[in-house]
Structure formats: structure tokens, C-alpha cells
């Protein structure tokens, strides 16, 4: 290899040259838990409203833990379409998933869906420690490929009475012995 001297007489050894990477599209859906936020899909049905409801059917974005929750989706398909699958991912704000399902994984074997359309995800009990949540929701074929994907674009904050930690309050209760007491 050919030695070479800089300005100052000290010798190195060139680099090879390099070639630049070729840029290779990245298929954020390759790993959902690492894909980066925004919206992408073929968009043949498209989610066009995302609504949070409280316990009174009223839009909010803050809930208490333990109170329902229902997600309302507004999809469009532009032509009937007889492969397509709900989905629905939440998200701690670390980006940690705390739970994630859609409707095939649920054993629910899409026949139709045309015109404007309505989907509700409905929680009866959100067991969430206090926090900051956001929400994947997508519409896809079965094997994955979306028609439209919304990741991390829907926030709700969880507020608590209890100072516990963690992403999961299951319910649960505290039993003693008759020689430990508390006062409240």
C-alpha cells in the first residue's frame, strides 16, 4: 500500500475509498416496536377521525384509572374491500407497548367493509398507572400490508389517586392479618 506524507512530512496510509451506502427504503413496518411515528399506507381505506370518549360517550383526552375508555374510528373505503383487519396498539410515553390486538388476532374473519364506516375499541376499565399514552391504530389486509397505519399519533393522559408505578394497575386488594392495621 502507498504511503503518503502530509504537510508536516508525517506519513499515513490512505483510506480506501469508499462507496456510499446505496439508500435502501425502509419498510417502517418491518418492526413495528422500532418504527418511527407518522401515518403511511396505500390509504384504499383510511382512517379519517379518531375520537376519545369518556365515560358519557363525551370526547376527552384525560381519564382516570379504572374508568372506561372507547377509541371511535371513522374509516372511509373508497371501494368495497373483503380483506381488512382493525388494529389497535397502546403506548406507554418510554414507547413501551403495553398492549396491542387487532381483529384477526381475535378470530374475527372480515366479509365486507365499504363507504364511511365506524369502529369503537372499548375498554371498560383502564388499569393504567398515571401517565402520558399514545396509540397505534391501523387498518391492514391480513397479511400486514396497510392501507392505513397511524403510529404514535394519538395521545391521552391517565390520571390516579394512587401514587403506584409501572404501565399496569391490575385490580387487586390488600388482605391482613387481624394484628395489622392502617387508618386512612
Known amino acids: 500500500m502507498a504511503r503518503h506524507a502530509d ?7 490512505p483510506e480506501p475509498p469508499t462507496e456510499p451506502p446505496a439508500e435502501q427504503p425502509t419498510d417502517p413496518t418491518s418492526n413495528m416496536f422500532q418504527a418511527p411515528e407518522g401515518r403511511w399506507g396505500s390509504r384504499e381505506v383510511e382512517i379519517v377521525d379518531v375520537t376519545f370518549l369518556d365515560r358519557v360517550n363525551q370526547p376527552s383526552f384525560v381519564f382516570h384509572s ?5 377509541v371511535r374510528i371513522k374509516v372511509r373505503a373508497a371501494h368495497p374491500v373483503d ?12 414507547g413501551i407497548c403495553c398492549y396491542g390486538t387487532n381483529t384477526y388476532a381475535e378470530d374475527m374473519n372480515p366479509e365486507q367493509l365499504s363507504g364511511d364506516a365506524v369502529v369503537t375499541f372499548a375498554v371498560d376499565s383502564l388499569d393504567l398507572v398515571e401517565g402520558t399514552y399514545k396509540l397505534d391504530l391501523a ?7 396497510p392501507y392505513d397505519y397511524h403510529r404514535l399519533l394519538y395521545t391521552f393522559r391517565v390520571k390516579s389517586r394512587t401514587a403506584d408505578v409501572g404501565i399496569y394497575r391490575p385490580p387487586h386488594r390488600w388482605t391482613f392479618s387481624p394484628n395489622v392495621k392502617f387508618t386512612r
Do not use: M, Q, W
Not at 83 to 94: H, K
Open 7 to 13: 504537510d508536516h512530512g508525517t506519513e499515513f496510509s
Open 66 to 70: 379504572g374508568d372506561p375508555i372507547a
Open 139 to 145: 387498518v391492514h389486509k391480513r397479511d400486514g400490508v
Open 83 to 94: 380483506d381488512f383487519v382493525f388494529g389497535f396498539g397502546l403506548f406507554n410515553a418510554d
